[in-house]
């Protein structure tokens, strides 16, 4: 089954330190892979994507993730958090077969960065 | 999302109510979808359409009914709204080819 795991339910670093937000994946070919971004009462908002190429892909707000085939993984990370970074986070993966194109995400994870 | 525009923005409703939940957007775009958002669970997938002719149902569709009335405009319906259908729903598009979705800000339904 196409799957998308985010094993944390919340991330809480300090200000100026470097965070990572963990996904893993589970798909039938080659993974497209996205990060969108929550704030409160706001819709989402697309961080960044990896299709193909450099395994770094670097995306809006100076974030970054970081694609791994072997892990099945794409980590979001920052070198340096914001305490405005605080918010909800959802990665994603391109659905293959009957539903081509549709995203499967995960289940969110609340980042948390206190001054 | 200023490109994609969901009314109402928050409804409350009681049980056995229909509902309508209206989604627009001006990317010109052909796919569209309609997801709902509960606490710990992400999203959920309820229906999709990849052109004004094809609709078709997603990971939880019972309960539920759409309409593409146009290529910038696809509603959900709830026939009867029921009180587990309390939810944050969003209308999304784009998609095609690996390319982003965009997604609108929302609507906060509330069924007592």
């Known amino acids: 089954a196409q799957s998308v795991a985010q094993p944390e339910d919340q991330v809480n670093v300090a200000e100026g330190n470097p965070l990572t937000v963990k996904c893993t994946y589970s798909?039938?070919?080659?993974?497209?892979l996205f990060w969108y971004v929550q704030y409160p009462n706001r819709g989402l908002q697309f961080l960044l994507k990896?299709?193909?190429?450099?395994?770094l892909v670097k995306g809006s707000y100076g974030f970054e993730a970081e694609f791994n085939k072997s892990q099945t993984s794409f980590h979001l990370k920052k070198p340096s958090a914001l305490v405005s970074d605080s918010a909800l986070y959802f990665c994603?993966?391109?659905?293959?077969?009957?539903?081509?194109?549709?995203?499967?995400f995960g289940k969110g994870t609340k980042l948390s960065v206190k001054p | 999302d200023a490109d994609v525009t969901q009314t109402p923005r928050n409804r409350i409703t009681k049980t056995g109510k229909r509902i309508m939940l209206e989604c627009s957007q001006t990317?010109?775009?052909?796919?569209m979808y309609w997801y709902r958002q509960d606490p710990g669970l992400g999203l959920r997938l309820i229906y999709y359409s990849f052109d004004v002719k094809d609709i078709n149902k997603g990971e939880i569709s019972d309960g539920y009914s759409v309409s593409r009335q146009a290529q910038a405009k696809f509603s959900l319906s709830l026939e009867s709204a029921i009180p587990n259908q309390t939810a944050l729903y969003f209308c999304?598009?784009?998609?095609?080819?690996?390319?982003?979705?965009?997604f609108g800000p929302g609507t906060r339904l509330t069924v007592l």
């Open positions: 994603a993966v391109r659905a293959y077969g009957g539903s081509q194109g549709n995203l499967i």
């Open positions: 990896y299709i193909t190429g450099d395994n």
């Open positions: 990317k010109g775009h052909d796919r």
């Open positions: 798909v039938s070919g080659n993974p497209y």
């Open positions: 999304a598009t784009g998609g095609k080819q690996g390319n982003e979705q965009f």
